[in-house]
Every structure is written in C-alpha cells, then in structure tokens.
C-alpha cells in the first residue's frame, strides 16, 4: 500500500469517464471468486450497459465512485428502477480489491444511494468465497436472507438424455390449456412460492417468451416446467420445476428437464442456466443427472432502509 492509502476517501456520482474503471473493475470480480458477487456480475461493458437499460438507469443514476486523492479506489452501485421496494447492491468492489476501510465506505455509500433511489430495501448477494465482503456485510447491519447455486448445462458438449419412455411430457400455452393450465399454475405456485394470483403469474410469463412443459397422469397435471429461450441470445433458462408430492420418484421430474434441454438444444441454444437452494438435494441430484453442473454459491443479505 502506498502512502495515497491515507488520503481520504471521496464519493462522487459516476462519470462516463469512469467507465473503463467500472467495467474492469467489475471483470476483475467476474473472473475471481474471492471478490466474485452473486448478483450482478459484469463480464464486460456490454454486460454493465444491458443490465442498466434493463432498469432504464443511466450510469451516473446507479453508480458512485470512491477515490483517495486523483485514484478510483472503489465503486458501487445499486440497480432498480426509483421507488421499486427492492434496489440490488452492485459491489462494492475496491481497488485494489478487498481493502476494509474502503468496503465500510463503500456500503455507506451504497445505503445512502439506495434512499437516494427511494427503495424500501436493498439487497446484496455475494459468492461464499468471498469473505471479505461476506464479513462487512454481517458487521454493518445486514441480514442473511437466503442462498443459492447457479448450475449450468453446456448443450453444445453434452446430450441431453432421453426422456424416460411412458411419461408423456405436452405444451400449455395458457388459458386456452384449460384445466392444465390452472393446475400448472397451482402446482407451480405451491412449490415454488409463487406470491398472488397463479394463474395471473403464469399467464404473465407465458406472454413473456416462456414456455411451460407439463406432465399429465390419468387426466391431471402431477408436473410441470418454466423455461425461456432468451431472446437475442444463445442462452436459456430453467426457472421453475415441481412435482406433485405423490408422483415423485416416478421419473415426471426427468421427462420434464430432458424435453426441456431438448427442446432449448432444437432451437440454437449452448447453454442452460439454473438457479437451486443448495439444501435442495432432490433438485441437484436431478440436475446433475441432466448434465448440469454447480457453478456459483452465494448469499443473498438484505438492509431495510426503513
Ligand atoms: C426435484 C423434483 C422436481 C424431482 O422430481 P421427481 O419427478 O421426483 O424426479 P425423478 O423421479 O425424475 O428423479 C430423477 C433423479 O433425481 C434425483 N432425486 C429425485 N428425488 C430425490 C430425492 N428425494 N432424494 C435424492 N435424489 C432424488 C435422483 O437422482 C433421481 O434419480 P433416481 O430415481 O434414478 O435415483 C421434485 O422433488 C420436486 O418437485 N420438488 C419440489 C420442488 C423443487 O424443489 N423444484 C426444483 C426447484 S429448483
């Protein structure tokens, strides 16, 4: 550490100059699990500029500069769109990476943009190696809230199995399904939670580009899928799986995510992304099964800014 590490640190709205800064400060933490992030990660600038027109936000509405003296010595960001309860925390990261006075800073920083955005809460995921971050976070006021793996499958290495013979896998495409529709819906919205109206929740993403895959036995739905091919992209994403309780372990979860692949692998797609409660052994066996393998773990914290 040089002797600018004493000067004191400044925080300041982001500048399009700062943006070479930004973006490989943030590939740093991309390509380094040590100082890696949940959410969001930026591969590179086109990544940080997609994810801030997804909020409709310009650079200088999202991010703040630390420097000591002429030097960057951090940033951090919060993404949403003003007055959305909830803002996500975009770091900090610092340079160089994990300095402790410069994270406390930073986080302070971050809070007081997040109020500056008027959400209710922010919430911050960070991957588990990274421990720095991991214990600033604890020792400022933030709660553990939840954690997650991101499991991905490489489609264009791997085959996806075959679905097992005699389950029969078929399309609802909304409320025109009929009854299939609304117990999808219900299935889905008991098991994964969904929050509000199912059949509302569904029909929303079914006029958003997803798909949902069923399996019916003797007449009624016992298993259904969420997927989406994203558009402009060679990605897809598996976002919702259940199985009735009572037909589990009969293969309905299998024919689901094999005709899922399969059908993301017609359509031009390389890689498939999912996200898993890692306590969810059932869930990761199946993945696994499905030549998906276990990426990123992280933890989610959230800070009410009531
Ligand atoms: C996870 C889930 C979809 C599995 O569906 P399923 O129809 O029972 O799965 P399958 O019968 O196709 O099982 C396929 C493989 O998954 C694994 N698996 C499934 N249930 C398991 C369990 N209870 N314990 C351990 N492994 C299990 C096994 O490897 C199994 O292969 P095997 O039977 O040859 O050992 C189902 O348990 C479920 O709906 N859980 C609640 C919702 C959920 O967790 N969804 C996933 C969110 S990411």
């Known amino acids: 550490m040089g002797s600018s590490a004493a000067l004191p640190l400044r925080s300041r709205r ?9 973006a490989n400060r943030f590939a740093l933490s991309y390509n380094d699990p040590t100082d890696g992030l949940g959410y969001p990660r930026f591969e590179d600038v086109t ?19 630390i420097s000591a003296g002429e030097r960057h010595a951090g940033v951090v960001g919060v993404l949403g769109e003003p007055g959305d309860d909830v803002g996500y925390l975009a ?7 994990g300095q402790p006075i410069a994270v406390r800073f930073a986080l302070r920083e971050g809070i007081s943009l997040g109020r500056d955005r008027r959400h209710e809460r922010l919430i911050a995921s960070v991957q588990d190696e990274n421990v720095r971050l991991t214990a600033a976070l604890k020792g400022s006021g933030w709660i553990r809230r939840s954690s997650s793996l991101e ?13 097992p013979p005699g389950v029969e896998v078929a399309r609802v495409t909304g409320a025109e399904s009929g009854d299939a529709f609304l117990e999808a ?6 098991e994964e939670r969904w929050e509000g109206p199912t059949a509302e929740h569904l029909a929303e993403l079914l006029d958003e580009d997803y798909r949902c895959d069923v399996v019916v036995v003797g007449g009624a739905v016992v298993g259904a899928a969420v997927w989406i091919k994203l558009p402009g992209t060679s990605f897809g994403r598996l976002d919702y799986l259940a199985v009735a309780d009572a037909a589990r372990r009969q293969r309905a979860g299998s024919a689901l995510v094999s005709t899922v692949l399969r059908s993301l692998r017609d359509e031009g797609t390389e890689t498939v992304y999912l996200s898993v409660d890692p306590a969810n052994a059932p869930a990761r066996a199946l ?3 499905h030549t998906f393998r276990e990426t990123i773990a992280s933890t989610t914290y959230r800070y009410s800014l009531r």
């Not at 982001?14 to 930004?22: V, W």
Request: contains cysteine; charged residues 25%.
């Open 287 to 289: 993945y696994r099964q």
């Open 185 to 190: 819906a219900r299935l889905l919205g008991e």
């Open 14 to 22: 982001a500048r399009e100059s700062d943006l070479t800064f930004l």
């Open 91 to 97: 770091g900090p990261l610092t340079d160089p990476p």
């Open 47 to 65: 990544e940080l500029r997609a994810e801030l027109q997804l909020y409709g936000q310009a650079l200088a509405d999202a991010f703040v500069v």
């Open 151 to 163: 499991m991905e499958c490489d489609l264009t290495t791997a085959q996806p199995p075959v679905p």
